[in-house]
């Protein structure tokens, strides 16, 4: 496999013209992994490249635009990271220079909100707290039994207590932003507010998707986390980057059905995809490096866990309704006949021990595999991305 260490200009190598090799492109305005060879084996979103010196498993970071199938055979320029399971490309060009994967577009904003304004709990000084001025600003907050737990380097951690008696950790930086509060123990507010000490906004936001009870709040180096209880008392989670934009959040997984109303909290893209596949009650969202993630249930109780890239493409499906297949005899014709009736057309069928596998066309024209126990229920479908 021939592998250059070089620092990658994207523009030489994305735009370059027809029949001008990667080689041409000067190596002092290269930087990153970039590795050639010829496609053998593919499997599915992954690939195997290869040459004279050997083959590596290589994964398309984000999806490939339509008609831009990689086959057998075919010469590739990849730009990527090397990584402990293979190599995850970036950036994919034919040998002649036909772009087929570009470089991975940034995450849009989901539910934006007004910038953050860390939340301060000292009067604005040009000095950094010293102990007692620290202590008093926890004071200020309405907290008693102060204690110094730590000094760091950057910031004071103290114990207190609520007014409703609860232990706090509180913990301050020097320059009088609150930077965490944690509540000791599980015991719910009985007359303490504690959102009303973070930023209004996120305390806002976070009371609109149901969060009334913070017993645990982070201001980290790249997001804001809260986490607490619903007005019912289950857990709920929900982050925010440091412009005040939803990154995630996680609902109890035994609050009953329908328990928040989430969906309007997700960019409508996103709401439009996860309602064609019938996710009602959704539960849990994340932005990640390259995709969307969210995990919900329909009207009929299956749990469906969907990502979407962020251009609104549909990823990975995975279904699951709790189903326990189980070993034995089926009647073929009848699975058939039961997974068509559900709106699917029937490409092939694979017996496994504890169900079977069947390749389909979904109502939605795209192209899934299927786990159906021997029944003909269809417990789970994932997508297969043609050309990966």
């Known amino acids: 496999?021939?592998?250059?260490?070089?620092?990658?200009?994207?523009?030489?190598?994305?735009?370059?013209?027809?029949?001008?090799?990667?080689?041409?492109?000067?190596?002092?305005?290269?930087?990153?992994?970039?590795?050639e060879g010829r496609v053998g084996e593919v499997f599915g979103n992954r690939f195997i490249l290869e040459d004279a010196s050997g083959r590596v498993l290589v994964e398309a970071q984000g999806e490939l635009p339509p008609g831009a199938a990689i086959g057998t055979g075919d010469a590739l320029v990849i730009v990527g990271t090397d990584t402990?399971?293979?190599?995850?490309?970036?950036?994919?060009?034919?040998?002649?220079?036909?772009?087929?994967?570009?470089?991975?577009?940034?995450?849009?904003?989901?539910?934006?909100?007004?910038?953050?304004?860390?939340?301060?709990?000292?009067?604005?000084?040009?000095?950094?707290?010293?102990?007692?001025?620290?202590r008093a600003a926890v004071e200020a907050m309405g907290f008693s039994d102060v204690r110094l737990d730590e000094r760091g380097r950057d910031h004071f951690e103290f114990k207190a207590r609520d007014a409703d008696g609860r232990e706090i950790e509180v913990e301050i930086g020097l320059d009088g932003t609150l930077r965490k509060l944690d509540v000791d123990d599980d015991a719910r507010m009985r007359s303490v507010d504690l959102l009303a000490l973070v930023p209004a906004n996120l305390a806002d936001a976070a009371r609109a998707a149901g969060l009334t009870d913070?017993?645990?709040?982070?201001?980290?180096?790249?997001?804001?986390?809260?986490e607490g209880y619903t007005e019912a008392g289950h857990d709920f989670e929900i982050e925010f980057d440091l412009d005040g934009n939803l990154r995630k959040f996680d609902l109890d997984d035994d609050a009953p059905r329908n328990a928040l109303s989430?969906?309007?909290?997700?960019?409508?893209?996103?709401?439009?995809?996860?309602?064609?596949?019938?996710?009602?009650?959704v539960r849990e969202f994340e932005v990640g490096s390259r995709h969307y993630k969210v995990e919900g249930y329909t009207e009929a109780g299956r749990?469906?866990?969907?990502?979407?890239?962020?251009?609104?493409?549909?990823?990975?499906?995975?279904?699951?309704?709790?189903?326990?297949?189980?070993?034995?005899?089926?009647?073929?014709?009848?699975?058939?006949?039961?997974?068509e009736a559900a709106g699917y057309q029937v490409?092939?069928?694979?017996?496994?021990?504890?169900?079977?596998?069947?390749?389909a066309v979904n109502p939605e024209g795209e192209a899934v595999r299927l786990h159906v126990d021997f029944a003909g229920e269809v417990y789970r479908e994932r997508l297969v991305r043609q050309g990966f």
């Open 84 to 134: 402990p399971n293979g190599f995850l490309a970036s950036a994919i060009t034919r040998d002649d220079g036909t772009e087929i994967l570009g470089a991975p577009r940034p995450a849009p904003a989901a539910a934006p909100a007004a910038p953050v304004r860390p939340a301060t709990i000292s009067p604005a000084s040009t000095s950094e707290l010293d102990e007692a001025g620290a």
């Open 1 to 35: 496999m021939r592998i250059s260490a070089m620092t990658l200009i994207a523009a030489a190598v994305f735009v370059a013209p027809a029949g001008l090799a990667l080689a041409q492109v000067p190596l002092d305005t290269l930087s990153s992994t970039v590795i």
């Open 303 to 339: 749990e469906i866990e969907v990502e979407i890239g962020f251009d609104d493409r549909l990823g990975a499906i995975s279904v699951d309704d709790g189903r326990n297949p189980a070993p034995g005899a089926y009647d073929e014709a009848a699975l058939i006949a039961s997974v």
């Open 214 to 226: 913070l017993h645990d709040y982070e201001a980290g180096p790249r997001h804001y986390k809260l």
């Open 262 to 281: 989430l969906t309007g909290l997700l960019p409508e893209g996103v709401q439009a995809v996860i309602a064609e596949r019938g996710i009602t009650d």
């Open 347 to 359: 490409r092939g069928v694979e017996p496994k021990p504890r169900h079977v596998e069947v390749d």
